[in-house]
């Protein structure tokens, strides 16, 4: 036998190679189970949740939250909420059509996952996005346009109403929304609009996802000063349900 045989047909560096093959196969398989622990589709369409599986998803893991509290994943806690929405068809994984008001039904672009409903903190704390006006080491620099004031137009050209405050992000140092109060309002008049979803020109600040009149209907938070993380992705889920269901035209092909 040559130098590094074990027998006739087997040899160290062999041995060495099998050895690696099912390391990384293993490492494979704790991975995929691992990557099913959160963020991971654990229902099966038109079935609902689906059975513990020891094999491809891990024993639940608790994790200490960073503000106080934990959290055990995965839960297998399925998503309890109603669908407002139709099959087009009655085979799994079939388009779904909203059979109400598809902006705030939560289905398609305009869905929203179940977050916290508590507002998104920075390492030290403190509540992470709040208005301009509560913390005074932020303004608008001398020279950017201040929106404040500024006339909001809808998609259809319309005013829906004006820009009367900006709300930070603490932690990113970044404008994230726009407070819009609505044209003839005076009770619960306040909306938020995510300045991504907004262009300024001619100092008007234009929004092309919804119309002006649907501006009524975006999620109002709890709290005057605070916005949650689950109103957050509602309001999210809003703007982006309006790039497909704010007219019928835009369900429509484009050729």
Same mark, same amino acid.
């Given at each position: 036998?040559?130098?590094? %045989?074990?027998?006739?047909?087997?040899?160290?560096?062999?041995?060495? *190679?099998?050895?690696?093959?099912?390391?990384?196969?293993?490492?494979?398989?704790?991975?995929?189970?691992?990557? !099913?622990?959160?963020?991971?589709? =654990?229902? $099966?369409?038109?079935?609902?949740?689906?059975?513990?599986?020891?094999?491809?998803?891990?024993?639940?893991?608790?994790?200490?939250?960073?503000?106080?509290?934990? $959290?055990?994943?995965?839960? =297998?806690?399925?998503?309890?909420?109603? +669908?407002?929405?139709?099959?087009?068809?009655?085979?799994?994984?079939?388009? *779904?059509?909203?059979?109400?008001?598809?902006?705030?039904?939560?289905?398609?672009?305009?869905? &929203?996952?179940?977050?916290?409903?508590?507002?998104?903190?920075?390492?030290?704390?403190?509540?992470?996005?709040?208005?301009?006006?509560?913390?005074?080491?932020?303004?608008?620099?001398?020279?950017?346009?201040?929106?404040?004031?500024?006339?909001?137009?809808?998609?259809?050209?319309?005013?829906?109403? #004006?820009?009367?405050?900006?709300?930070?992000? !603490? %932690?990113?140092?970044?404008?994230?929304?726009?407070? *819009? #109060?609505?044209?003839?309002?005076?009770?619960?008049?306040?909306?938020?609009?995510?300045?991504?979803? +907004?262009?300024?020109?001619?100092?008007?600040?234009?929004?092309?996802?919804?119309? %002006?009149?649907?501006?009524?209907? +975006?999620?109002?938070?709890?709290?005057?000063?605070? $916005?949650?993380?689950?109103?957050?992705?509602?309001?999210?889920?809003?703007?982006?349900?309006?790039? =497909? &269901?704010?007219?019928?035209?835009?369900?429509?092909? =484009?050729?």
């Amino acid at each position: 036998m040559g130098k590094g %045989a074990v027998t006739e047909y087997i040899d160290v560096a062999q041995i060495a *190679l099998y050895v690696f093959f099912l390391f990384f196969a293993g490492l494979i398989w704790y991975l995929r189970r691992e990557d !099913r622990r959160e963020g991971y589709p =654990l229902e $099966v369409d038109g079935k609902g949740m689906s059975a513990h599986s020891v094999l491809f998803i891990p024993d639940a893991k608790t994790f200490n939250l960073p503000h106080g509290g934990t $959290v055990q994943a995965p839960n =297998l806690r399925a998503d309890t909420r109603p +669908v407002k929405a139709s099959r087009r068809t009655e085979y799994p994984g079939t388009p *779904l059509e909203p059979t109400g008001d598809p902006l705030a039904d939560a289905v398609g672009p305009a869905s &929203y996952a179940q977050r916290a409903d508590e507002p998104d903190r920075t390492f030290d704390g403190h509540v992470k996005i709040v208005p301009m006006a509560s913390d005074s080491h932020f303004h608008v620099a001398e020279e950017d346009p201040d929106p404040r004031g500024m006339d909001v137009l809808g998609a259809d050209g319309e005013v829906a109403g #004006k820009i009367n405050e900006i709300w930070v992000d !603490r %932690a990113e140092t970044c404008i994230r929304y726009y407070e *819009l #109060k609505l044209a003839g309002s005076t009770r619960n008049a306040n909306r938020l609009l995510p300045v991504n979803c +907004v262009r300024i020109n001619n100092n008007k600040v234009l929004v092309n996802s919804i119309l %002006a009149s649907q501006f009524a209907g +975006v999620p109002r938070t709890k709290n005057p000063d605070q $916005v949650t993380l689950l109103e957050e992705d509602m309001i999210m889920g809003y703007y982006a349900g309006g790039r =497909l &269901y704010a007219t019928p035209d835009r369900q429509e092909p =484009l050729i």
